[in-house]
């Protein structure tokens, strides 16, 4: 590979894998090689063998589905985008571009499905995230945070009137509005999530966020 001979690399990546296939490192080397050579087909079967055996390597499964998302396998690639998030959130970077980045993809599938709930769900996660990672910098004042949180709020409400019995726009609209600074609102919302999370779906940190944040409702205004 370091020569420019992707086509000799592949043929000693494999006889290597023939020889101990064990080495799930081969399978993401392959992927690379692929790539390489243009043959995208191949390289994300190998890129999947090795998110298969390596679940937690979050920039190989951030890869992955942006490979099939050009290879025209968007609810393959949906699911990677979807267990990307949930575990960068595990990971603490719950506010990092790859899942802004994530969700607009997420967006961008639910647009060719015409699925509204989805995309006003995504965009609206995503500019909360978007406000949140720009007044975390040095000089908010010169970025419109606050306008992009009412921007998200009113995204995310339209995504819980289409699903009144989903959590996570109920999770999301509680942090805009507590982000607000709008702590009413906010209970609403966090009390009205509450109700709803036994009957939907949150990735394990949201689930935990929620529930913490759950203590508010017994401290006064």
């Known amino acids: 590979?370091?020569?420019?001979?992707?086509?000799?690399?592949?043929?000693?990546?494999?006889?290597?894998?023939?020889?101990?296939?064990?080495?799930?490192?081969?399978?993401?080397?392959?992927?690379?090689?692929?790539?390489?050579?243009?043959?995208?087909?191949?390289?994300?079967?190998?890129?999947?063998?090795f998110v298969e055996i390596n679940p937690g390597h979050l920039s190989a499964r951030a890869f992955l589905a942006e490979l099939l998302l050009r290879l025209h396998r968007p609810q393959e690639a949906r699911g990677h985008l979807e267990r990307f998030i949930a575990d960068a959130q595990e990971a603490g970077a719950e506010h990092d571009s790859p899942i802004i980045h994530s969700h607009s993809r997420l967006m961008e599938i639910a647009e060719t499905e015409d699925n509204a709930y989805e995309v006003h769900l995504n965009r609206g996660i995503g500019l909360y995230l978007l406000a949140r990672q720009r007044a975390d910098l040095e000089d908010p004042e010169e970025l419109p945070a606050a306008g992009l949180l009412w921007k998200a709020a009113q995204e995310l409400a339209q995504a819980q009137a289409l699903r009144p019995r989903e959590a996570r726009p109920?999770?999301?609209?509680y942090a805009v509005w507590h982000g607000l600074a709008q702590q009413q609102p906010a209970r609403r919302w966090l009390r009205l999530g509450l109700e709803?999370?036994?009957?939907?779906?949150l990735t394990p940190a949201e689930q935990r966020g929620l529930y913490r944040a759950g203590q508010d409702l017994q401290r006064p205004l």
Request: contains cysteine; aromatic residues 10%; glycine residues 4%.
């Open 196 to 201: 709803n999370a036994p009957f939907s779906s």
């Open 1 to 49: 590979m370091q020569q420019e001979q992707p086509k000799q690399a592949i043929a000693l990546y494999e006889q290597s894998l023939a020889l101990d296939p064990s080495l799930a490192c081969n399978f993401l080397s392959l992927a690379a090689a692929h790539m390489e050579v243009g043959n995208e087909e191949a390289a994300g079967r190998y890129l999947a063998r």
């Open 170 to 173: 109920c999770w999301y609209l």
